[in-house]
């Protein structure tokens, strides 16, 4: 069922694993139209077309060139090279869509705001090897690829900044590293159990992506489900397994935590749910759905 009665014609970039794959489902129970652009490595559904690209090799991008979209998902531009590519690639795009990071903004919060950050007059760096993709830390990546479209993209724009997702299709294991050390009774290293981190819920991350879609909302968003702390999460995990967490005092490369924070990282979501955006008000019950006994 169509929520705006009209069928899109819509390009999802990298869409066959986790939130991507969510957002594809719920597109296509939509009554969209559907092609996947990926590196071809999964092909989850029989009802899309698929175009196999790799954005680290520009050539591949050419089925593509002078295309037209109602819609564009761009779930895998890392850098501003990634951005460079995509500019002049279109005839025609109604609305591209970034999923961005909040780890765009600088620092910890609780709670970053939207318009800590000024693309539109962000400065653009000359692009090489070096300080790209290798030497320049995810967060500025992503901030100069965000700058790029901002500043050079000729079709209506949105940026999704993204908290860390979750959900039963999770891929990163992040939280599941977390389950895996506590129920074997293995030591988990954490700077600080009351740093407080946000979370989008995988069925949000789609909800959120196809609302500013459909409404046609252009600009930056925060998203996020809700906010835990490191030791709340803890909590619920000790209490689906029955294990109790064995905290390290000294951090290596065994023991540490991929949610191991020093302070607040939360977003700010005023602005999302101004436009209608509605989290999951079972936050935490679905966080412990997740987790097995």
């Known amino acids: 069922m169509i929520r705006n009665e009209q069928k899109l014609n819509i390009l999802v970039i990298g869409g066959t694993s986790f939130f991507g794959k969510q957002l594809v489902e719920d597109l296509l129970q939509e009554g969209h139209e559907i092609t996947i652009a990926s590196r071809g490595n999964r092909r989850p559904f029989t009802n899309v077309k698929y175009v196999i690209i790799d954005r680290d090799v520009s050539s591949s991008l050419q089925t593509l060139k002078d295309s037209s979209w109602d819609r564009v998902y761009d779930q895998i531009c890392m850098n501003e090279r990634h951005a460079e590519m995509m500019i002049s690639l279109f005839k025609n795009v109604g ?21 800590e950050l000024d693309m539109e007059n962000y400065p653009l760096y000359e692009f090489d090897e070096v300080t790209l993709g290798h030497g320049a830390a995810y967060g500025e990546n992503k901030r100069r690829a965000e700058a790029i479209f901002f500043q050079k993209l000729q079709f209506p724009f949105t940026a999704i900044r993204f908290c860390i997702v979750v959900g039963k299709d999770d ?60 030791g709340e999460l803890v909590n619920i995990i000790e209490d689906k397994t029955n294990k109790t967490l064995i905290e390290a005092f000294a951090k290596n490369k065994n023991n540490s935590s991929p949610y191991g ?27 412990q759905n997740l987790i097995p006994r």
């Open 261 to 287: 924070i020093e302070d607040d990282w939360c977003l700010n979501i005023d602005k999302a749910i101004s436009i209608g955006y509605k989290p999951n008000s079972n936050f935490k019950r679905y966080f």
């Open 95 to 115: 609305h591209y869509i970034h999923i961005s990071t909040g780890s765009v903004y600088d620092g910890h919060s609780t709670g970053h705001l939207e318009d």
């Open 171 to 230: 891929t990163s294991k992040r939280l599941d590293y977390h389950i895996q050390k506590i129920k074997n009774t293995e030591e988990i290293y954490f700077p600080n159990q009351n740093a407080r981190m946000s979370f989008i819920t995988q069925e949000d991350a789609s909800s959120f992506l196809r609302l500013v879609g459909d409404n046609k909302n252009y600009g930056a968003y925060n998203i996020m489900s809700g906010i835990l702390s490191i």
